[in-house]
């Protein structure tokens, strides 16, 4: 079955970087485009970054463009979010997702806490 696990959260200082993985299993990951998404508490879950499946396009929320970069490795089936610059507005959980013919997957996310 597909599975979606997001590490790599943590707890860090204004101004410091983290990076998220989600390790995929249970389909084709080269074949399709993946997400990151979070959800601060009190808040709507909102879209982060974007990448297609071969990694060549990738799109950001405005707010974290030039702090923020989407990657993947599809020889081991893993999206990657480097997170650099944070902010206390950063702090959220942090969830990755696919959108599969069989239907829309999500992860169970990973809490990131900006915080002095």
Do not use: H
């Not at 030039?66 to 944070?86: D, H």
């Not at 599969?100 to 997957?105: K, N, V």
């Amino acid at each position: 079955q597909v599975q979606l696990v997001e590490s790599g959260g943590g707890l860090v200082q204004p101004g410091g970087s983290l990076r998220l993985s989600c390790a995929a299993s249970g389909f084709n990951f080269r074949g399709y485009g993946m997400w990151w998404y979070r959800q601060a508490p009190g808040k709507e879950r909102e879209w982060v970054a974007t990448i297609v499946s071969t990694g060549a396009t990738t799109a950001y929320l405005d707010s974290v463009k030039g702090r923020f970069t989407i990657t993947r490795e599809n020889a081991k089936s893993t999206l990657y979010l480097q997170m650099n610059n944070l902010k206390p507005e950063d702090t959220a959980v942090y969830y990755c997702k696919t959108e599969l013919p069989s239907g829309t997957y999500w992860g169970q996310g990973t809490q990131v806490t900006v915080s002095s």
